[in-house]
């Protein structure tokens, strides 16, 4: 099997080195194209990938085409691949706010296609994504297809009108559990720890609790009980940080993602 990337930015970059890393699929089964020589060819030279050069090329020589393109450009790259997708080949977008009816609009009625939403834990094997298939994409297709993303972590087969929220909390989340680890470590560092030290001690303790919750299969407030002893230290952390709006704040921060992800895909 032979996969196609149109566009390596940071998410394509992510999601190559998660299939390296689990070898899915041989380096020189790993096709790409970009808008920029140097980028792309340097990148796949580094990595044992096979640059091609152009969109339609890669589209021919590839199984599963994945589109990995700013939503700007994705009107002008399907017309120009247009020609050479056919059924037998899937086309998997990791495009935000482009949904499958726009894609199958911009392809044909019979083009297996998969929207997605990865994010940039993929690189590590501990990625997310969110997957919705068209009718076209079924069986073999759709099995090969979620096969690679859960190659690079865990796959969710989500309704469509869900993927704004999974956005928040899945890619942008990632940002946000990070601003946590750090502020962790900041506090840390106030007392005393050098900020390498403090960060990684957040940093463990942040993916130890994340292992630990979904290994037990309990509610993250039961976990938080286990730990929380009557009248101890962390029921005291627990309350300061409530009042001082630590759930309203994470909850304001989703909205705001969610809003801004909404206007966009309107203004898209």
């Known amino acids: 099997m032979k996969i196609g990337f149109i566009g390596v930015g940071a998410m394509a970059q992510a999601i190559i080195q998660g299939i390296l890393r689990a070898e899915f699929v041989p380096a020189s089964n790993i096709l790409v194209h970009s808008a920029r020589k140097n980028h792309y060819t340097t ?19 590839s199984d599963i085409v994945v589109l990995a393109v700013v939503p700007k450009v994705v009107t002008s790259v399907l017309t120009e691949i247009k020609s050479a997708l056919t059924p037998q080949k899937t086309l998997v977008s990791i495009v935000s706010g482009i949904s499958l009816d726009q894609l199958a ?21 501990a990625g997310m994504t969110a997957v919705a298939a068209n009718n076209n994409l079924t069986g073999t297709a759709f099995q090969q297809a979620t ?6 972590g865990e796959v969710l087969e989500l309704a469509e009108d869900q993927f704004a929220v999974f956005s928040a909390i899945s890619g942008s989340a990632v940002a946000y559990v990070d601003f946590f680890i750090d502020a962790l ?21 942040t993916l130890g609790s ?37 759930l309203s704040s994470v909850v304001s921060g989703i909205d705001a993602t969610i809003a801004k992800s909404t206007r966009k895909t309107e203004r898209d």
């Open 105 to 125: 609009q911009m392809t044909t009625n019979d083009q297996p296609i998969l929207r997605t939403l990865p994010n940039i834990n993929s690189e590590f094997g």
């Open 43 to 61: 990148y796949a030279d580094q990595n044992g990938l096979t640059a091609v050069a152009s969109n339609t090329e890669l589209v021919k020589q």
């Open 147 to 152: 096969d690679m993303f859960a190659a690079t």
């Open 185 to 205: 470590s900041r506090a840390g560092v106030k007392y005393g720890l050098n900020k390498q030290v403090a960060t990684k001690i957040a940093a463990q303790t």
């Open 210 to 246: 994340a292992k630990s919750l979904l290994d037990a299969d309990v509610s993250p407030a039961e976990m938080i009980d286990q730990v929380c002893s009557p009248g101890g230290d962390t029921i005291a952390g627990i309350l300061a940080m409530e009042k001082a709006g630590f």
